[in-house]
């Protein structure tokens, strides 16, 4: 019986753009700290790497050097204020949903894999009306492992009820094609997401513009994967 195939996904920046409430509640604790807010446009790229990350980016962008202990605190006041305001303007991408239904008609399934905290992804896309379809969603708590590891992506997609050789990450970010790369599966880049480094100098096998461009992505990936098994 041949293995379900499996498309594994980034949340911040490839699923849903949750830009504005992340930098909202980064800019709402430095605000709380005397600090000037960081504006939108710049502090993208500030996401990918956890709360506490950026805090730090935050605090690096003023020039402030604080304590061990009061990032901490810092970090907890942002996760507690995000929670609180979690979906008041994240969107899934255009085109996502039709991407999605398109995809599962072809008999796929979906997970998340992310450096989010496996709640906050959870309350994210249930607040969103997302939660149900994806097969497992996965945090950097849930196994105590972060992207790039490649243990991450091999859990979530075990805990999905897949196979590595059957699946694609799709991803916006260094840690995405890192930890694909390092478990030996194909990766889809989307240019929309946040990212440092620009997404087509990591080289991942695919690059899309726009998830409705998603389904005929997946399935190149998918016919180049079958070619291979076979010879």
Same mark, same amino acid.
């Given at each position: 019986?041949?293995?379900? $195939?499996?498309?594994?996904?980034?949340?911040?920046?490839?699923?849903?753009?949750?830009?504005?409430?992340?930098?909202? +509640? !980064?800019?709402?604790? !430095?605000?709380?700290?005397?600090? +000037?807010?960081?504006?939108?446009?710049?502090?993208?790229?500030?996401? #990918?790497?956890?709360?506490?990350?950026?805090?730090? $980016?935050?605090?690096?962008?003023?020039? $402030?050097?604080?304590?061990?202990?009061?990032?901490?605190?810092? &970090?907890?006041?942002?996760?507690?204020?995000?929670?609180?305001?979690?979906?008041?303007?994240?969107?899934?991408?255009?085109?996502?949903?039709?991407? @999605?239904?398109?995809? +599962?008609?072809?008999?796929?399934?979906?997970?998340?894999?992310?450096?989010?905290?496996?709640? !906050?992804?959870?309350?994210?896309?249930?607040?969103?009306?997302?939660?149900?379809?994806?097969?497992? /969603?996965?945090?950097?708590?849930?196994? #105590? /492992?972060?992207?790039?590891?490649?243990?991450? @992506?091999?859990? &979530?997609?075990?805990?999905? #009820?897949?196979?590595?050789?059957? &699946?694609?990450?799709?991803?916006?970010? #260094?840690?995405?094609?890192?930890?694909?790369?390092?478990?030996?599966?194909?990766?889809?880049?989307?240019?929309?997401?946040?990212?440092?480094?620009? /997404?087509?100098?990591?080289?991942?096998?695919?690059?899309?513009?726009?998830?409705?461009?998603?389904?005929?992505?997946?399935?190149? @990936?998918?016919?180049?994967?079958? /070619?291979?098994?076979?010879?």
């Amino acid at each position: 019986m041949a293995p379900v $195939r499996t498309v594994v996904f980034d949340l911040d920046g490839t699923l849903v753009d949750t830009a504005p409430d992340l930098i909202g +509640a !980064l800019n709402f604790v !430095l605000g709380r700290e005397g600090m +000037a807010p960081i504006p939108l446009n710049s502090a993208r790229n500030m996401i #990918g790497a956890g709360a506490r990350r950026m805090i730090e $980016r935050g605090l690096e962008a003023d020039g $402030r050097a604080v304590s061990l202990a009061e990032i901490d605190r810092m &970090t907890a006041n942002l996760v507690d204020y995000y929670a609180a305001h979690i979906a008041d303007a994240s969107r899934p991408f255009d085109g996502l949903e039709s991407a @999605l239904d398109d995809l +599962a008609g072809r008999g796929y399934q979906f997970a998340v894999c992310t450096n989010k905290l496996e709640w !906050l992804s959870k309350k994210l896309l249930d607040e969103l009306g997302l939660s149900g379809r994806f097969s497992a /969603i996965c945090g950097a708590d849930t196994f #105590g /492992i972060s992207k790039p590891d490649p243990a991450i @992506l091999q859990q &979530t997609v075990a805990r999905a #009820g897949g196979e590595l050789s059957s &699946t694609i990450m799709v991803g916006d970010a #260094g840690p995405d094609i890192g930890v694909a790369r390092r478990a030996g599966v194909p990766v889809i880049g989307v240019k929309f997401g946040y990212t440092e480094v620009p /997404i087509a100098d990591l080289k991942p096998d695919l690059l899309i513009g726009t998830m409705r461009d998603l389904p005929a992505a997946v399935e190149s @990936l998918t016919s180049r994967n079958t /070619i291979k098994r076979s010879m």
